[in-house]
């Protein structure tokens, strides 16, 4: 069952972009917050770790954050997960701000966990002082063996009745980095027997001699993510805390700590921040998860992307054929395909593998309504207008757009040599076959009717040119212009056309599911070769004029993006960002 279908979200697969009454079960409970009284307003927050680049999954916890907090006229925090110091590099912190920023949101504080590394250092000497907590000696291995199984309750470790006054004093020398990575451990006493391993007595934190991107080698102990998760959420004031189903098992240790450590009533523990002239908000959170977003053909964890970048088998992370945000991004897909996308999709508690036909469908959607249409060649053959005179030369208006006249016009220039596409030729027609062969007859779009009387060939009996002639009754404006042909094909003017370099970038994988392990193949055996071809064509002057990132639809070809690295109105390259209609659904 796709998200959409799923009951939550229902009603909502339909592509109104107005509409912001959504009724997600989501947006239900901060509807009833807010008119229960529970809360005056809402906050949210994003929480990436910044550990590598975003991905298209990230764009729906992102509509859904900052989406929501818009919606109730709420705040939206980003606050990156920076517990884990080894990983973590500043390189992705920059660039998940200007993919938040360009899917058109701001955030209200720009937060790390590792600001708050003093409060829970001290919240953790509370939960010591409660009884609440102890540092425990066993190894990672021996960790393990007490932890139990799914059928078996774990057993107390020997270290849990350490007296408080011990705990404080293993616990203030952990923090002095008297101890080496590993010997020792804070944890939590909960209950080694609940039928919820996360709650058997977890860690909340270790030790790790590693230096930190933003504290340096201020702490020797760092803290454990449910434990830094929950405690960031209160002390921000994080009325909605919203995070994806994985998470749902942890919300009980979630609710733990911040019904242990309560903020809200101990104002002390914040005084580090308030030194720091941070401004706080402290509340009890609550944590709503939801289902994550998971395409066929895609695979989308940051380490098995990272392992693409890194093995060279695409080109870095913003390769147009990575599901990354600034992937999608360089490969033409827009902010608002991708919240229709997301609105298509739907919000619910039913994880599903989606068809990919649902991103590319959002796209093809978005751009066809707005981007402007121009004419391009990408596999040239020439034809000659041998009725023409040499040196011929006029402009033809088109329109932008055929259902948007606020587009405008533009001036097409048209010459007694053309390029069309190679596959609108053929020498042999196959049945059915509606453009132009050798004796036939063709519509030129925009400038009258031609036929075919040579087809001009190299040595090697390739054909290297068309001889056509025009005929002057069917030029725009006459009364044969209306004369019904059978086909109608675009074409590019081979005195003005520009050359262009067109990247045709296709999946990057060729199965719906490249993550099945079967017979030990994983995703990089199923590559597909043909996800990215270069080739040279022309275009018509008004595409080569295009800004970096601009779209079109090349008639009849596809939906183009001008590439935002490596594109020059003198040098145009453009990028396919979607065919105009989904190819592999028919490769079946
Ligand atoms: P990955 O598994 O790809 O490494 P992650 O979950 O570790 O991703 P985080 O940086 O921790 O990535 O995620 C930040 C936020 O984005 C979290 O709230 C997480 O739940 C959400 N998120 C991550 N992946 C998806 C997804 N595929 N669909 C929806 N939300 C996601
Ligand atoms: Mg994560």
Same mark, same amino acid.
């Given at each position: 069952?796709?998200?959409?279908?799923?009951?939550?979200?229902?009603?909502?697969?339909?592509?109104?972009?107005?509409?912001?009454?959504?009724?997600?079960?989501?947006?239900?409970?901060?509807?009833?917050?807010?008119?229960?009284?529970?809360?005056?307003?809402?906050?949210?927050?994003?929480?990436?770790?910044?550990?590598?680049?975003?991905?298209?999954?990230?764009?729906?916890?992102?509509?859904?954050?900052?989406?929501?907090?818009?919606?109730?006229?709420?705040?939206?925090?980003?606050?990156?997960?920076?517990?884990?110091?080894?990983?973590?590099? %500043?390189?992705?912190?920059?660039?998940?701000?200007?993919?938040?920023?360009?899917?058109?949101?701001?955030?209200?504080?720009?937060?790390?966990?590792?600001?708050?590394?003093?409060?829970?250092?001290?919240?953790?000497?509370?939960?010591?002082?409660?009884?609440?907590?102890?540092?425990?000696?066993?190894?990672?291995?021996?960790?393990?063996?007490?932890?139990?199984?799914?059928?078996?309750?774990?057993?107390?470790?020997?270290?849990?009745?350490?007296?408080?006054?011990?705990?404080?004093?293993?616990?203030?020398?952990?923090?002095?980095?008297?101890?080496?990575?590993?010997?020792?451990?804070?944890?939590?006493?909960?209950?080694?027997?609940?039928?919820?391993?996360?709650?058997?007595?977890?860690?909340?934190?270790?030790?790790?001699?590693?230096?930190?991107?933003?504290?340096?080698?201020?702490?020797?102990?760092?803290?454990?993510?449910?434990?830094?998760?929950?405690?960031?959420?209160?002390?921000?004031?994080?009325?909605?805390?919203?995070?994806?189903?994985?998470?749902?098992?942890?919300? %009980?240790?979630?609710?733990?700590?911040?019904?242990?450590?309560?903020?809200?009533?101990?104002?002390?523990?914040?005084?580090?921040?308030?030194?720091?002239?941070?401004?706080?908000?402290?509340?009890?959170?609550?944590?709503?998860?939801?289902?994550?977003?998971?395409?066929?053909?895609?695979?989308?964890?940051?380490?098995?992307?990272?392992?693409?970048?890194?093995?060279?088998?695409?080109?870095?992370?913003?390769?147009?054929?990575?599901?990354?945000?600034?992937?999608?991004? @360089?490969?033409?897909?827009?902010?608002?395909?991708?919240?229709?996308?997301?609105?298509?999709?739907?919000?619910?508690?039913?994880?599903?593998?989606?068809?990919?036909?649902?991103?590319?469908?959002?796209?093809?959607?978005?751009?066809?309504?707005?981007?402007?249409?121009?004419?391009?060649?990408?596999?040239?053959?020439?034809?000659?207008?041998?009725?023409?005179?040499?040196?011929?030369?006029?402009?033809?208006?088109?329109?932008?757009?055929?259902?948007?006249?606020?587009?405008?016009?533009?001036?097409?220039?048209?010459?007694?040599?053309?390029?069309?596409?190679?596959?609108?030729?053929?020498?042999?027609?196959?049945?059915?076959?509606?453009?132009?062969?050798?004796?036939?007859?063709?519509?030129?779009?925009?400038?009258?009717?031609?036929?075919?009387?040579?087809?001009?060939?190299?040595?090697?009996?390739?054909?290297?040119?068309?001889?056509?002639?025009?005929?002057?009754?069917?030029?725009?404006?006459?009364?044969?212009?209306?004369?019904?042909?059978?086909?109608?094909?675009?074409?590019?003017?081979?005195?003005?056309?520009?050359?262009?370099?067109?990247?045709?970038?296709?999946?990057?994988?060729?199965?719906?599911?490249?993550?099945?392990?079967?017979?030990?193949?994983?995703?990089?055996?199923?590559?597909?070769?043909?996800?990215? @071809?270069?080739?040279?064509?022309?275009?018509? %002057?008004?595409?080569?004029?295009?800004?970096?990132?601009?779209?079109?639809?090349?008639?009849?070809?596809?939906?183009?993006?001008?590439?935002?690295?490596?594109?020059?109105?003198?040098? %145009?390259?453009?990028?396919?960002?979607?065919?105009? @209609?989904?190819?592999?659904?028919?490769?079946?």
């Amino acid at each position: 069952m796709s998200d959409a279908a799923a009951g939550d979200g229902a009603g909502r697969t339909d592509s109104s972009r107005t509409d912001v009454n959504r009724t997600d079960f989501i947006r239900q409970i901060v509807r009833e917050d807010l008119a229960s009284g529970k809360h005056r307003a809402i906050r949210t927050r994003f929480p990436p770790e910044p550990n590598g680049y975003l991905h298209i999954g990230h764009a729906k916890a992102i509509c859904l954050d900052f989406g929501v907090a818009a919606e109730f006229g709420g705040r939206c925090n980003l606050r990156f997960d920076d517990t884990n110091p080894a990983k973590e590099d %500043p390189e992705y912190v920059a660039a998940i701000q200007e993919d938040v920023r360009w899917l058109g949101f701001d955030w209200a504080a720009l937060r790390h966990a590792s600001d708050y590394f003093e409060v829970f250092y001290r919240a953790a000497e509370k939960l010591i002082r409660q009884g609440d907590a102890f540092v425990c000696d066993l190894s990672a291995e021996q960790v393990r063996e007490y932890r139990g199984t799914l059928t078996e309750p774990g057993r107390n470790s020997p270290y849990r009745d350490r007296s408080v006054d011990e705990n404080l004093d293993l616990f203030r020398r952990m923090r002095a980095g008297e101890f080496a990575d590993g010997a020792r451990t804070l944890r939590a006493k909960i209950d080694m027997a609940s039928g919820n391993i996360n709650l058997r007595d977890p860690a909340i934190y270790r030790i790790k001699h590693v230096e930190h991107q933003n504290t340096g080698d201020a702490w020797p102990i760092y803290p454990m993510y449910d434990y830094a998760h929950s405690l960031s959420d209160a002390i921000e004031g994080i009325t909605h805390s919203l995070c994806t189903l994985e998470f749902e098992d942890h919300r %009980p240790l979630y609710d733990w700590c911040v019904d242990k450590v309560d903020l809200a009533g101990e104002p002390a523990l914040l005084q580090p921040l308030r030194d720091r002239g941070l401004p706080l908000e402290a509340a009890k959170p609550r944590q709503i998860e939801f289902s994550r977003l998971n395409f066929n053909y895609l695979v989308m964890s940051k380490r098995k992307l990272l392992a693409l970048v890194e093995d060279g088998l695409v080109d870095g992370w913003d390769d147009p054929r990575m599901p990354t945000l600034q992937g999608i991004r @360089r490969r033409g897909y827009t902010p608002s395909a991708l919240k229709l996308m997301v609105e298509r999709v739907g919000i619910s508690k039913q994880n599903s593998l989606l068809d990919i036909s649902i991103l590319e469908g959002a796209l093809r959607d978005d751009l066809d309504a707005t981007a402007p249409r121009r004419m391009a060649v990408v596999d040239p053959l020439k034809v000659v207008l041998a009725n023409l005179p040499e040196g011929h030369e006029e402009f033809l208006s088109f329109p932008n757009h055929p259902k948007d006249a606020a587009q405008g016009e533009r001036a097409v220039p048209f010459a007694r040599a053309l390029w069309i596409d190679r596959d609108d030729f053929a020498e042999v027609p196959p049945p059915g076959f509606k453009r132009l062969t050798v004796g036939g007859e063709v519509r030129l779009r925009g400038a009258g009717i031609v036929r075919c009387d040579e087809a001009v060939k190299d040595a090697d009996g390739n054909v290297v040119e068309l001889r056509c002639t025009l005929d002057p009754e069917s030029r725009p404006g006459m009364e044969g212009a209306n004369r019904k042909v059978k086909g109608t094909i675009h074409w590019v003017s081979a005195t003005h056309g520009v050359p262009a370099e067109i990247r045709l970038y296709d999946r990057l994988f060729t199965v719906p599911d490249p993550d099945a392990d079967e017979g030990g193949r994983t995703y990089r055996d199923f590559l597909n070769p043909e996800s990215r @071809r270069t080739v040279r064509g022309y275009v018509e %002057p008004a595409a080569a004029q295009a800004a970096p990132e601009q779209s079109f639809q090349f008639e009849r070809t596809g939906y183009f993006v001008a590439d935002r690295r490596d594109h020059r109105v003198d040098a %145009p390259v453009f990028n396919r960002s979607v065919t105009l @209609r989904d190819t592999w659904a028919q490769k079946g």
